[in-house]
């Protein structure tokens, strides 16, 4: 779990974790260039990890017993596509950015890429007495450096039955801070067997129920200790909030259960790089920066999902496969009472 936390942290705060060093380069370039650059940087993360966090809401299409109680423990695997890993520079979308060798784009490493050789690029930064300056800075690559091309989640999940065909939901990961990373998830829902409402319930062969479930996370990486970038209270603060609706069809056997769904997922992150950040060139600029920017990103793709499930008594066992912009394998570990 601990791991879970910690790669799960890399990738919402990786343009702190990893590009901090060159926050003191971007910002003198000036805050437009580095907030796009920033946007396009981390928007495959973001983006990969809402749709991470919806995953296992449900395991089954038709509704347990009333008053039936489930608690469930969930591990997930988003596995990242190349598209996913590098974005596309072009010069004339920034003001104070060039490559070194003439060129008007370059593809460059997203959080969840790696480049390779590494690129650089000229910033042009205007000094007070010297007039335009120049430096030379490395972009910073992604988690494709450490060889990963995953993005795992995970959280505890329960549901009670209060009606026939009702089961109300809650997720928790709870608040819990890992060196200079604090992250915590919840989220709730309703799914509802609309086969439950029929006369012929019992004998219908086919669970038919819909979904709707609501997450959050919130996340903080704090770098003040750095010393890279002169400043205080130098931070990144991200929330990710997200509505799945679903649709979902299984069968009704007493052992195992085979289940699918059609879903919708709709959101949208946010991430402010907070506090004081001191721009210098030596011993003759400094410019002070308080709360550069924000860059917010809207989620929303469609995602179809095939699984199993297996009960024997008050123990069961889920396994799934979801097809969406990020493609995810999920199981589930189940004790119902």
Do not use: C
């Amino acid at each position: 779990m601990r791991n879970i936390i910690l790669v799960t942290s890399a990738l919402l705060f990786i343009i702190s974790a990893k590009a901090q060093e060159n926050v003191n380069d971007l910002l003198a370039a000036g805050i437009n260039d580095a907030k796009r650059f920033t946007q396009n940087y981390i928007a495959p993360a973001s983006e990969g990890l809402a749709y991470g966090m919806n995953n296992g809401w449900f395991n089954n299409a038709k509704a347990p017993n009333r008053f039936n109680f489930e608690i469930s423990l969930i591990g997930n695997v988003g596995f990242i596509k190349d598209d996913k890993k590098s974005f596309q520079i072009n010069v004339s979308d920034y003001e104070n950015i060039r490559f070194a060798d003439g060129s008007s784009t370059k593809t460059v490493a997203t959080a969840l890429g790696h480049s390779d050789p590494e690129i650089s690029v000229i910033v042009t930064y205007d000094d007070p007495i010297f007039g335009n300056q120049e430096t030379t800075l490395e972009l910073p690559t992604g988690i494709g450096s450490e060889n990963l091309n995953i993005i795992p989640t995970g959280f505890l999940q329960a549901s009670f039955s209060p009606l026939k065909g009702t089961q109300l939901k809650g997720r928790f990961f709870p608040k819990i801070e890992t060196e200079d990373a604090k992250v915590g998830l919840y989220g709730f829902g309703i799914q509802q067997e609309f086969t439950s409402w029929l006369p012929a319930d019992k004998v219908f062969p086919v669970a038919i129920s819909g979904l709707v479930a609501y997450t959050h996370l919130d996340a903080s990486y704090d770098f003040t200790d750095s010393e890279l970038v002169d400043g205080a209270n130098q931070r990144v603060e991200t929330d990710v909030n997200t509505l799945l609706l679903e649709l979902i069809v299984g069968t009704k056997l007493k052992i195992i259960n085979f289940y699918g769904g059609l879903g919708y997922i709709t959101g949208k992150s946010k991430t402010d790089l907070l506090g004081t950040y001191v721009v210098t060139d030596g011993f003759l600029f400094s410019q002070e920066i308080e709360d550069p920017f924000s860059v917010e990103h809207d989620i929303s793709g469609i995602r179809g999902t095939i699984g199993a499930n297996l009960k024997l008594g008050f123990f069961g066992l889920n396994a799934d496969y979801t097809l969406a912009e990020f493609d995810s394998a999920t199981l589930g570990i189940n004790f119902s009472f």
